[in-house]
């Protein structure tokens, strides 16, 4: 009987225990979900003010008037349908061009076993560490180089397939890595099965490997459109016509020379941070799943 | 009325050397005749996408197309992005005619063979422009490559209505004691005496560039900004010296505010005065043109009387053929047009969407100055009384040089003045670091 209580009496002091450290997270999960959110919160507060109530009253004044003027400003200052139409040429085929390159190199270095593939992997993956300020100079002589040779000057430099191709090779790394091990976790007998039903190594890719991959293919490319999506470094400096390049440089439009309108600044940039955020909310799941791919070896 | 020193020392004689052969190439004989001739389409690389300038460039183009009949194909980029790429647009696919500015800047370029030789165009427009123009389009290598659209100084602006709250005119505040006695005054009043901001790294150059004008004289400070001069100079501690005397008048948020929140400032009457260049005038008047009308500029006093106040640091902006474009006559065409009183006339006339005129000082001689307003008259009047014109640091100097190293050594010496000594030596250190121009 006094066991039961004893046990009763423990069994409350410890869920009570337990409340308190949820309560202790929660509390603190509430403080970063503070941190957090406020640039955002900032970001959408600031775009709402004229910039000539902050000049005249500083930033931290009582709005004299909130309105969405910065927003109709930033969208016929920014040019919006042509820049989005760049993002999209260069971004959907280089997402497209990274996952078909990454996921052949990753079947072969994973599904086949010969005397360099463990070495191929690491030049792929290692290729992921070079920081793109280094290299952009050689990158940049070679499309000059590459342009003058064939006589079209503008054949890779200043067009948009110049940038989709260093995306790829740039991205190329990482999505072999991924995929790789990712396939690692697929059994091998499935391919074992598969070449002694006579499949031809091409086949073994496209209509046994491929499949599987999906789930991994998935995130991998939500993960690449955001990266893409968010590049202004090589539209920069591989492109000199402003109006071939992608949305982010657009945002540069809304910089003046001198002056920079941080309100007009702030409404541009939730516009063209909508799109990520939509991809962001409808896959929701691949995200995730993508943040966590490779991070545990089957 | 106006110098500027070309002098060549030996470092660029090699440099000009290992260049030469390129330059020459480059410069060729490309302009057959003069303007107003079939020249054909031509590209135009605007370096600002500000509504401003934007009209301006519309206009000119306009104009210079029905002239003409050559198309011109419109490319704008921003003007940060597009300074920092230059380099790589250049050597590219550049479009033939593009905006840029005068001087070290310009001839950085010239003496890497990226500029097309202007010479031939200074032979149609030269007598519209003051010499001191031309030696300001003039690379090393004496040919033109620059063609000059318009300018503005550097000098302090204040309040009119202020100054006459503090008992103060433009008279009283000649020197360097006047000018300590003005700030504080301010400061008594509870005003910032010397609004300033060095956020973007930028804005204390200016700063630097007049006091030491005033303090060493013009000669000096084109010798410091060619490496001819060294940094651990005494000449240059006493500059140093003379700022920090400014510093309990400045706001003490130097380093977290850009310029326009030392304009601001200013704007909200809570300084009294600020060193800026005059551009900003246009941000007075887009707040209200009472603002404007009250804005004032006088230049910075005078601190070794053997000086005076004989400089002043007015960038010149303008244009320059690209090389590699791909039609270097009708680029060169253009800029006969654009450089002429004719083209110049047509940029002047340019409205904002608001229908009103957008205010520029030209450097063509032929501007009807009997049309400048308050603000641009006191503006010519700073630029005359001056004998030296200057560009500003991070134009008169290597661009290598100016952003990446002055630009941060100037920030860790407001965060800790006391340092001085460790900063130039480190200046100079990191000058004689930079590889030689090829």
Not at chain 2, 182 to 209: R, S, Y
Not at chain 2, 212 to 238: I, P, S
Request: with cysteine; net charge neutral.
């Amino acid at each position: 009987m006094s066991i039961d209580i004893e046990l009763q009496k423990s069994a409350t002091k410890y869920r009570n225990k337990q409340k308190v450290k949820d309560r202790f997270i929660s509390a603190l999960i509430g403080v970063f979900a503070i941190i957090w959110i406020f640039p955002i919160v900032w970001t959408f507060w600031t775009s709402l003010r004229p910039y000539k109530d902050v000049r005249a009253n500083g930033v931290f004044s009582i709005p004299k008037a909130l309105n969405l003027q910065n927003y109709f400003d930033a969208i016929s200052r920014m040019d919006l349908p042509l820049y989005f139409w760049n993002t999209f040429a260069i971004t959907v085929p280089a997402v497209f061009l990274t996952l078909f390159f990454g996921s052949l190199i990753a079947f072969v270095v994973s599904r086949y076993s010969f005397k360099w593939n463990v070495t191929l992997l690491l030049l792929f993956t290692a290729g992921n560490l070079l920081p793109a300020q280094l290299v952009f100079i050689p990158v940049f002589k070679m499309y000059i180089t590459l342009g003058k040779a064939i006589g079209i000057p503008r054949v890779l430099y200043d067009s948009h397939w110049g940038v989709v191709l260093i995306h790829v090779a740039f991205q190329m790394g990482f999505a072999t890595f991924v995929l790789s091990s990712y396939m690692k976790t697929i059994p091998k007998e499935i391919s074992e099965s598969a070449m002694v039903d006579g499949a031809t190594v091409f086949t073994h890719y496209s209509k046994v490997m491929l499949p599987l991959l999906r789930p991994a293919l998935a995130s991998l490319a939500v993960l690449m459109t955001t990266w893409i999506y968010n590049d202004f470094f090589w539209a920069l400096v591989l492109m000199s016509t402003d109006s071939k390049r992608p949305i982010t440089s657009a945002l540069g439009r809304l910089q003046g020379e001198f002056v920079t309108d941080y309100n007009l600044l702030a409404a541009g940039a939730a516009i063209a941070a909508l799109p990520t955020l939509i991809v962001f909310f409808l896959l929701r799941k691949q995200f995730v799943s993508g943040l966590t791919l490779g991070s545990t070896k089957g | 009325m106006l110098e500027q020193n070309n002098g060549i020392s030996r470092r660029s004689v090699l440099k000009g050397a290992a260049v030469g052969g390129l330059g020459i190439a480059a410069g060729g004989s490309l302009l057959a005749g003069c303007a107003s001739k079939a020249t054909g389409p031509l590209a135009y690389g605007a370096r600002s996408v500000d509504a401003g300038p934007t009209a301006q460039n519309e206009a000119l183009i306009a104009a210079y197309t029905a002239k003409t009949k050559n198309e011109v194909k419109y490319n704008a980029t921003e003007s940060n992005a597009f300074q920092n790429n230059l380099s790589q647009y250049l050597q590219g696919t550049p479009d033939d005619t593009f905006e840029w500015m005068a001087g070290y800047r310009m001839q950085f370029f010239a003496e890497q063979g990226l500029l097309a030789d202007l010479t031939d165009v200074w032979g149609t427009i030269g007598d519209q422009y003051t010499d001191s123009y031309k030696i300001a389009s003039t690379g090393l290598d004496g040919k033109q490559y620059f063609v000059p659209k318009s300018w503005y100084p550097w000098g302090m602006h204040f309040r009119k209505s202020m100054f006459k709250d503090l008992g103060l005119s433009a008279d009283t505040v000649t020197n360097w004691d006047e000018f300590l006695k003005m700030l504080d005054g301010m400061k008594k009043k509870g005003l910032v005496g010397f609004a300033a901001g060095d956020k973007g790294g930028w804005e204390a150059m200016g700063t630097f560039d007049i006091i030491n004008a005033r303090v060493n004289g013009y000669q000096f400070h084109v010798d410091l900004m060619a490496g001819r001069e060294k940094w651990t100079d005494a000449k240059v501690l006493e500059v140093f010296k003379h700022w920090e005397m400014l510093i309990p008048y400045m706001n003490p948020n130097v380093l977290d505010l850009e310029w326009d929140g030392a304009m601001q400032l200013l704007l909200q009457k809570k300084a009294g005065a600020m060193l800026m260049g005059s551009w900003f005038g246009g941000n007075f008047k887009e707040q209200s043109q009472a603002d404007y009308d009250d804005l004032s500029i006088i230049p910075f006093p005078e601190i070794n009387p053997e000086h005076g106040r004989d400089t002043v640091d007015a960038p010149i902006d303008g244009w320059c053929v690209a090389a590699n474009g791909t039609n270097n006559a009708g680029g060169a065409d253009f800029l006969a047009f654009a450089g002429d009183m004719e083209g110049v006339q047509a940029t002047l006339d340019a409205k904002d969407k608001d229908g009103k005129s957008i205010p520029m000082t030209s450097a063509n001689k032929g501007q009807d100055r009997s049309t400048y307003d308050a603000f641009q008259k006191e503006q010519m009047a700073v630029m005359d009384e001056a004998k030296y014109i200057t560009q500003f640091l991070d134009r008169d100097t290597r661009p290598d040089f100016a952003g990446p190293v002055v630009g941060p050594a100037i920030q860790s010496w407001f965060k800790n003045p006391k340092d001085v000594n460790k900063i130039v030596d480190s200046l100079q250190a990191q000058w004689d670091a930079l590889p030689p121009l090829a």
